[in-house]
């Protein structure tokens, strides 16, 4: 069995920087403290957390929409990719990240869930405010 993750996050700086830092390695890499592997081109290979999440960049609306597949090294081989949605949205003076991540597998669904919070949001905020 699959489910599905929605999760809408406001963080202090505009959804086109938000979307630059999550497509830069670099940046990527600095906000969640782990090396990343990313393009922004269709098939680019994705991988972060020393190879924990891998996937492969779908579809990319510059400044807006990132889709990619996605998936842990701990699942197994039955289980799909799951699909990652990130809509870059303005909010006031900040910006909205709107994510929805369908296919997730039943059996991490808690630990995705909590990761996006533990691993992302929460430290990309800290990151931004401690600029």
């Known amino acids: 069995m699959f489910r599905t993750i929605q999760q809408s996050v406001v963080l202090p700086a505009g959804p086109e920087r938000l ?6 390695p670099e940046n990527h890499a600095a906000f969640t403290g782990a090396p990343v592997t990313i393009g922004s081109e269709s098939g680019s290979e994705f991988r972060a957390f020393n190879h924990v999440i891998s ?5 990319t609306e510059p400044k807006c929409l990132i889709v990619q597949s996605w998936r842990a090294s701990h699942w197994t081989p039955q289980d799909m990719d799951s699909i990652l949605v990130l809509t ?8 909205r990240i709107e994510l929805v991540h ?4 039943e059996h991490d669904f808690q630990g995705v869930e909590q990761g996006w ?3 992302y949001w929460k430290p990309w ?7």
């Open 125 to 131: 905020r800290q990151y931004l405010l401690g600029e």
């Open 88 to 95: 870059f949205l303005p909010e006031g003076q900040s910006g």
């Open 55 to 59: 996937g492969t960049i779908l579809y």
């Open 102 to 105: 369908v296919n997730v597998a």
């Open 19 to 24: 979307f630059d830092m999550y497509m830069n």
């Open 117 to 119: 919070q533990r691993y």
